[in-house]
């Protein structure tokens, strides 16, 4: 806060925060309808909250992260593999084993041949030279895993990318490995489209608060802006006693202190006698 600014308090460094413009609008409205230039202090307050009250955050950053993944996760693609019937029947004898889909055991083995495709030239030149494939299997994979699968192929031939996969699916029937790890943690994975958070604004916090923050961030596994936007959450959905806190948060300056209260007085009168 300045003599020509009294409204503002010096508070630390402003720093760049980013949300969702339906977040933003609904901070906007909640930081006006408390009194002119609350915005940073609102986000203050909710932060403060967050790490005085920092019950089941480690919850709530996880199903924030899940209800994220799914509204940005790009729809699987349709593969048909033909294989022969023996190979066929052991592929649909594993997923029944498992308890599973054949997509999701294709989507592993893709996984697990990208990470280390290895040697494939000549397994996958002699699989296309295969003629006893009669057996349709329909799976659905990634898109980024297709992509990825088209573009070794076609650096060794045209239309050899459906053997590319079938030596992709046949090192996972040789060798199965722990599939129940990985049908838990890989099979269930998603492309996703990049989070965007397009509506920006600065706040300014002191050094303080941010330690805070950055502490509480290093405990449950996050960082400083996902921890303010979760804080924003939680203060859109149960804002308590919001606005005294908020302009408490203002008030904590000692510089022109009264001036402050006393202006926030004249505001709180003229809002009680303006007429519905």
């Not at 909710?46 to 919850?59: D, E, M």
């Amino acid at each position: 806060m300045t003599e020509s600014r009294p409204g503002r308090i010096p508070v630390g460094d402003p720093i760049a925060l980013r949300f969702d413009p339906e977040t933003k609008h609904r901070l906007d409205a909640m930081a006006e309808g408390i009194g002119p230039r609350r915005f940073g202090a609102l986000i203050r307050v909710a932060c403060q909250r967050l790490i005085t009250q920092p019950k089941a955050v480690r919850n709530r950053l996880a199903e924030a992260r899940r209800l994220s993944a799914v509204r940005r996760a790009i729809p699987l693609v349709m593969l048909t593999l033909k294989l022969e019937p023996d190979t066929a029947q052991k592929f649909t004898a594993l997923a029944a084993e498992y308890d599973t889909t054949v997509s999701a055991l294709m989507r592993i083995a893709l996984h697990r041949f990208l990470e280390t495709p290895g040697r494939y030239k000549h397994p996958m030149l002699r699989e296309a030279e295969r003629t006893e494939l009669s057996d349709k299997v329909e799976v659905m994979v990634n898109p980024s895993a297709k992509q990825q699968i088209w573009r070794l192929a076609s650096r060794h031939g045209d239309k050899l990318s459906t053997a590319l996969l079938r030596v992709a699916l046949r090192r996972l029937l040789d060798t199965p490995g722990d599939l129940t790890a990985d049908l838990e943690h890989i099979a269930p994975l998603r492309d996703l489209r990049p989070e965007i958070f397009s509506a920006r604004v600065n706040v300014h916090f002191d050094a303080p608060l941010l330690d805070k923050l950055d502490g509480l961030a290093a405990r449950v596994g996050s960082d400083r802006a996902e921890l303010m936007r979760l804080a924003a959450q939680r203060v859109l959905e149960a804002p308590g006693m919001i606005e005294q806190a908020v302009n408490h948060e203002i008030f904590r300056s000692e510089k022109n202190r009264a001036h402050l209260i006393a202006r926030h007085a004249r505001r709180q009168a003229r809002r009680r006698t303006q007429p519905d």
